[in-house]
């Protein structure tokens, strides 16, 4: 018991440093994206989006994520991470010839020449990025997190110090390129800074390291057609001005739902990989971190879609005034995202990639297909609610999976996430009686409700998970964590 709440800790310090990484990741982006909006037309953003994903199309010939391998291996030694270096050059110089040779094809299919010579410069950045230094995966094997946080925060500070100076000076998509390209050589150069491993050429342990990765590489291939293929469907049917307006709504959105799964998943799956012998504490692991999940997500994704219209006219610009419902319909995708998806990495970590890959093909049948139909009958929000229906049909499946492989009962999932969607029906109701009474018109206006609506409803969710907590018993959980973390920083000072 003892060593597993040392893992836990070990975990849940992962998770505080992977958030602060994300949190600062997203400040960067979200100061970002305020600047960029105002600069760029949602014409460049489309067109910027139509190039990333042919680039993340033709990525899949290497998207084996062979750190996975690396992780979950106990026994992985130099030969492996040599072996996963050189894959990755070899990989990335394919990629990058390819993306180069068949610019033109990319162009043509979305009738757009700019294209090609913006494909051909993000041949040139995955091809830099391809040499990062393998050894950066020690940080999470060895829960290296406070290293992994200064790594992941220097690749955005480098694309961020490019792009917003050149948007100033160029107001052109190639602002946006440039970053992306300077994101690249800068988490390159800093990775070999900041670790002392300096990989060699080998193919030592190819067969043991691609036979974990081909089925990681499928699901990756089918997490692609999910996600990005949206933009292809979209870019398609819509063209470069929707697609740039799903762009911004998903980025927005993305930044209080979604994009959480990310620092989570990342500190998570290094200890799932070593409490695979208990499926007992990895069952708690689970309920504790989808109820902090749900802490967090479901008053911010809701509350965006509240405030959905005073956000956009505030913050973008009355030009973007037609990202408001697909901004509203993307919180609420990411909601339902991030409450499924916590089990992805406890099935990688007990070795169960093909059912993550099962998963992840129904997921992309039910996707494409709705959101093919309501797109060439409802256009871009048609696409959004596509993509809200296929999660609502994954979500009974995912919980599924999860109680046939943890243990974990819909009941234990409902006692860990009641609060956080009680207290924010109470925060909603607020909200919405708030909006109704306070008329908004100018700029200034939609600000000053924006303001008073965001204060009223932090502290009305705030005061009632309190309440509700402590009405509880005050029980195990992201409460508690939270509540012992503020105590020791309080008596710290």
């Not at 709440?5 to 310090?13: A, E, F, H, P």
């Not at 998943?265 to 499926?279: I, K, T, V």
């Not at 689970?286 to 809701?302: D, E, T, W």
Request: aromatic share 10%; net charge positive.
């Amino acid at each position: 018991m003892t060593n597993e709440r040392q893992m836990d800790r070990r975990v849940l310090g992962g998770i505080g440093w992977m958030f602060l990484a994300k949190l600062a990741i997203r400040g960067l982006g979200l100061v970002s994206v305020l600047v960029l909006a105002r600069l760029l037309s949602p014409e460049d953003f489309g067109l910027v989006a139509m190039a990333t994903s042919i680039v993340e199309l033709v990525a899949l010939m290497r998207a084996f994520s062979f750190d996975i391998v690396l992780i979950q291996r106990s026994d992985a030694g130099p030969v492996h991470f040599n072996t996963a270096w050189t894959l990755h050059i070899l990989f990335g110089f394919l990629m990058a010839t390819v993306l180069y040779l068949l610019s033109g094809v990319g162009a043509d299919f979305y009738n757009d020449e700019r294209l090609k010579s913006v494909i051909q410069v993000l041949a040139i950045s995955v091809f830099i990025e391809s040499f990062g230094n393998v050894g950066t995966v020690y940080f999470r094997k060895q829960f290296d997190f406070q290293k992994e946080f200064n790594f992941m925060l220097s690749r955005k500070i480098f694309g961020f110090v490019v792009t917003i100076p050149l948007a100033f000076l160029w107001h052109s998509y190639w602002a946006l390129v440039a970053g992306i390209l300077s994101s690249s050589i800068g988490a390159t150069t800093v990775s070999y800074l900041m670790h002392g491993y300096r990989p060699r050429l080998s193919l030592g342990a190819v067969r043991e390291i691609l036979s974990f990765s081909t089925w990681i590489q499928v699901n990756n291939v089918l997490f692609f057609t999910r996600l990005r293929g949206i933009d292809f469907i979209v870019g398609r049917i819509v063209g470069a001005q929707g697609l740039g307006v799903l762009a911004l709504a998903t980025e927005t959105a993305g930044m209080v739902t979604n994009e959480l799964l990310q620092p989570i998943n990342r500190a998570l799956f290094p200890g799932y990989a070593d409490l695979q012998g208990s499926l007992r504490s990895m069952a708690a692991t689970y309920l504790n971190v989808i109820g902090g999940v749900a802490l967090v997500v479901v008053p911010s994704a809701v509350g965006l879609a509240l405030v959905a219209e005073d956000l956009v006219l505030v913050a973008f610009g009355p030009k973007w005034s037609s990202t408001v419902i697909p901004l509203q319909v993307m919180a609420m995708y990411g909601l339902l995202v991030s409450l499924q998806e916590n089990g992805t990495p406890a099935f990688l970590g007990l070795g169960r990639p093909r059912l993550v890959t099962g998963l992840a093909a129904l997921s992309v049948i039910f996707t494409m297909a709705l959101v093919i139909y309501l797109t060439v009958s409802r256009g871009l929000v048609g696409a959004c609610v596509g993509m809200l229906f296929s999660v609502v049909i994954m979500l009974p499946i995912n919980f599924w999976a999860v109680r046939r492989i943890l243990g974990v009962t819909t009941s234990m999932v409902v006692r860990a996430i009641w609060r956080p969607i009680v207290a924010t029906t109470a925060m909603a109701v607020a909200c919405h009686w708030i909006q109704s009474v306070v008329p908004a018109v100018t700029t200034g206006e939609h600000a000053f409700r924006l303001a008073i609506t965001f204060c009223n409803g932090a502290a009305i969710y705030i005061g009632v998970i309190v309440l509700l907590w402590t009405k509880a018993g005050r029980p195990q959980g992201a409460e508690s964590f939270i509540h012992s973390w503020l105590a020791q920083r309080s008596s710290a000072t």
